[in-house]
């Protein structure tokens, strides 16, 4: 059975590319998700994608995803600061989910220094632009292949 692997992207991750640049960078979400959908294939795994600038859009797939998604890759975006609803979707869920984000949100200003999701994620990759999700699905991929480490 293969894998799968969902994509979420909150509010205004639709307008990469345009957005801010020189903290999120030049690349389309669409860019993006071509690098991802890529690397995904070539390591035998469905992914799918999906941003919404709605929180219950986001809400309602993350409990979608109990019981035939085996992995998320989420970028709340201003959410992750205030969404206690995404925070308990997580949690009911029991879905692995890695949080990325393509700044270091501990370097921007303070109100984006705490993650209210963070505590009941996997992991979170923070920082390094489009490579947060890249680095998100290798660790998704490690696991998958039973990396323990060594």
Avoid at 6 to 12: H, M, R, T, W
Avoid at 14 to 28: D, K, W
């Amino acid at each position: 059975m293969m894998r799968k692997v969902l994509v979420l992207n909150g509010p205004n991750l639709n307008m990469l590319g345009t957005r801010e640049p020189e903290i999120y960078g030049a690349l389309t979400l669409a860019d993006i998700n071509e690098r991802l959908r890529r690397r995904a294939e070539r390591a035998g795994l469905a992914i799918t994608f999906l941003q919404s600038n709605h929180e219950g859009v986001l809400v309602d797939a993350i409990q979608a995803a109990r019981g035939n998604t085996d992995y998320i890759i989420l970028n709340a975006a201003a959410f992750t600061h205030y969404s206690i609803a995404i925070r308990d979707a997580i949690s009911a869920a029991e879905v692995p989910v890695i949080e990325v984000h393509l700044s270091n949100i501990h370097q921007r200003e303070e109100f984006r220094h705490h993650s209210v999701i963070a505590p009941v994620v996997w992991g979170q990759v923070a920082g390094l632009g489009a490579e947060s999700y890249m680095a998100a699905l290798e660790a998704i991929i490690c696991r998958m292949e039973g990396y323990d480490g060594d």
